[in-house]
């Protein structure tokens, strides 16, 4: 079946800008999660949903960060002002409820200049 | 320091080799991934533990909860192994979330 995708697979754009972020996780998947991936550096936890509960947000590294989960399906993460420290692979994944294994899409590459 | 160590950074085999990376933690865990990243930047989950071995093909992966170590091996190395594998660890009381260590960028030279 279908993985998890994202898109766009790669973003360039202006600091100072918002930029919108899109992950389909598995269908039938309850569970799901952003990473960011900075160059040279390892996967850092951004934010976690599940079903209908208040996402965990604890990874968000500030306020301009923002994620949302519609339907219990497609999630947007959003960046809000973008710096030049913002550039990364932001990664998605999702699971099933209650299962630790994690699926993950492809990836955004995101550039900020 | 982390909380996840891995080592080494790099490795550099050739094929055929038996090849062993290690993760190191300092914090309570309920379960240990271990993740492989190939050079196009895909992630594929290898493994989940919470105790004992897992073997997947020429893939094993060990952990010992006491001394909270885990380690991947491949046996029979091929270049086609070469990605960046890296550990990842469910904290306790932390929900889902899970703490990456560095990665291991492994080259296998055929």
């Known amino acids: 079946g279908a993985g998890v995708s994202q898109s766009p697979s790669n973003k360039v754009t202006e600091k100072g800008k918002d930029v919108e972020l899109r992950c389909d996780p598995i269908s039938g998947h309850t569970a799901l999660y952003w990473y960011r991936q900075s160059l040279g550096q390892g996967l850092e936890f951004l934010i976690y949903?599940?079903?209908?509960?208040?996402?965990?947000k604890s990874g968000l590294p500030s306020d301009r960060f923002s994620a949302e989960r519609t339907g219990g399906s497609v999630s947007t993460l959003t960046i809000q002002r973008t710096q030049q420290e913002d550039s990364a692979v932001y990664l998605c994944?999702?699971?099933?409820?209650?299962?630790?294994?994690?699926?993950f899409g492809p990836g955004t590459r995101l550039t900020v200049t | 320091k982390n909380e996840v160590e891995q080592s080494p950074q790099n490795l550099t085999a050739q094929e055929g080799e038996f090849i062993t990376i290690n993760c190191s933690y300092s914090?309570?865990?309920?379960?240990l991934h271990w993740l492989q990243q190939h050079p196009g930047g895909g992630i594929v989950s290898l493994f989940m533990l919470s105790s004992g071995k897992k073997k997947h093909g020429r893939l094993i992966a060990t952990i010992n909860i006491q001394e909270k170590h885990s380690s991947l091996h491949i046996t029979a190395s091929h270049p086609r192994d070469s990605a960046v594998y890296i550990c990842?660890?469910?904290?306790?009381?932390?929900?889902?979330?899970?703490?990456f260590g560095g990665g291991t960028r492994l080259m296998v030279k055929p």
């Open positions: 990842a660890v469910r904290r306790n009381n932390a929900g889902n979330m899970l703490t």
């Open positions: 994944a999702s699971s099933y409820v209650g299962a630790y294994e994690q699926y």
């Open positions: 949903f599940q079903g209908n509960s208040a996402p965990d």
């Open positions: 914090v309570g865990i309920s379960a």
